[in-house]
């Protein structure tokens, strides 16, 4: 019964939709902005807003922030928007921008005279779009119907925000996309060039709550396409053993614990007090780049960004041959051009760390950085925030 209630809903929304693009005219100064599909404010889209805080262009723009949750609090003037609302497709009826770091729903049309502003979230490792050869999401019922709907879905963008000329490459093909693309970093970035001092990351450890005498390891593992409960809500994959992990590294450092965004469950680690300091899906990550002294990701786009700051990198790949060749397969051998060691178990983990052994990779991050990072410089929000003013 609620299923039904729900697609009579729908299907009257999107018949109002229609109604306000025939009768109402877009609006340069109305800008959408959503991260995420609205689970949260992060990523490009908030830094891009901020930007315009900055400035005080948020007085002069109506910007609008699509949430889940609108009890998030927001900086300046934007207005916060429950998804899927009324208003929700007033807005994109309406409004002259749309800035976005996922694919938006298809059933939303988008109006000639609007610019779409396509963010992404991350340089890709792991194969994308037209370029996959198998599909294990839940979401999708197919590969074929996944690229036919990925294909409508880049048509409506006008503009593709890329980190470096790799992705552009990648982009260009896997999202079949010939418009603008944007090779000027991502503006989430921005915060590791303008706050990587000692008193903005003292600062931040102390309003997070963490501690300033230990050293920091931030864990964040990218979410596994066929671990999932439903609908885009997928599992916290992990094999560390995080007993052990305690028991091994608590006297000197202390564990920082974000899931992806996607990930739809919050594992309980309160036996862990004063060792685990987790962080759910809806936090943003970057300022846990900045106050983390090693990153331990696996296949997670968090790489790419967090070697802007130049510092070490462990990888847990416990399942690399399984997710490499069932799952989602990789642009680049991995194993060769890590920018540091990759570790199979918690022992190895855990004895990499104590040794300090990924010192040894420092050549492979200058050289993975010079690869992936030589667009980023801090400025990319500002950049946006131009192209907008120049449109408008």
């Not at 503009?159 to 490459?169: C, D, G, P, V």
């Not at 996309?177 to 915060?191: A, H, S, T, W």
């Not at 309980?268 to 007090?273: G, Q």
């Not at 051009?337 to 004895?351: N, R, S, V």
Request: proline content about 3%; hydrophobic content about 40%.
């Amino acid at each position: 019964m609620m299923l039904l209630v729900r697609k009579i809903a729908k299907y009257l929304m999107l018949v109002l939709y229609n109604i306000f693009i025939l009768f109402s005219r877009v609006n340069k100064k109305i800008i959408i902005f959503e991260s995420n599909l609205g689970r949260n404010y992060s990523g490009n889209p908030r830094f891009i807003y901020e930007e315009m805080v900055r400035r005080g262009l948020d007085k002069q723009y109506s910007c609008f922030f699509i949430l889940e949750d609108t009890r998030q609090n927001l900086p300046g003037h934007a207005i916060k928007v429950k998804r899927l609302s009324l208003k929700y497709f007033y807005l994109f009826a309406r409004a002259g921008f749309w800035v976005s770091d996922t694919r938006m729903p298809n059933y939303l049309r988008k109006r000639k005279k609007t610019v779409y502003i396509q963010c992404w979230h991350g340089t890709p490792l792991k194969r994308l779009g037209l370029d996959l050869e198998q599909i294990s999401m839940e979401s999708e019922r197919s590969l074929s119907s996944y690229k036919r709907n990925l294909i409508r879905n880049t048509r409506k963008w006008d503009y593709l925000i890329s980190q470096n000329s790799y992705s552009s490459e990648i982009f260009r093909r896997a999202f079949n996309f010939n418009k603008k693309i944007l090779e000027i970093g991502y503006p989430r970035n921005d915060i590791l060039f303008q706050k990587n001092n000692r008193a903005d990351i003292t600062e931040i450890k102390r309003r997070l709550g963490l501690p300033l005498d230990k050293r920091l390891i931030l864990y964040a593992p990218t979410w596994r396409d066929d671990e999932h409960y439903g609908r885009l809500k997928y599992k916290f994959s992990t094999r560390l053993d995080f007993d052990y992990l305690h028991s091994r590294l608590s006297g000197e450092y202390a564990l920082i614990v974000k899931a992806h965004y996607l990930v739809g469950e919050r594992p309980d680690f309160s036996a862990y007090e004063g060792f685990i300091y987790p962080f759910g899906a809806d936090f943003d990550i970057a300022e846990l780049y900045l106050v983390a002294d090693l990153l331990i990701t696996d296949y997670s786009s968090v790489m790419f960004d967090y070697s802007i700051l130049n510092r070490p990198m462990i990888f847990f790949a416990y399942d690399i041959s399984r997710y490499k060749d069932n799952i989602r397969g990789f642009y680049f051998d991995f194993m060769k051009e890590a920018p540091g060691p990759i570790a199979t178990d918690t022992k190895q983990l855990a004895d990499i760390i104590l040794s300090e052994a990924y010192r040894q990779y420092e050549d492979s991050l200058r050289t993975f950085r010079r690869k992936f990072n030589h667009a980023d410089d801090g400025n990319a929000s500002a950049r946006v925030v131009e192209l907008i003013r120049s449109l408008s």
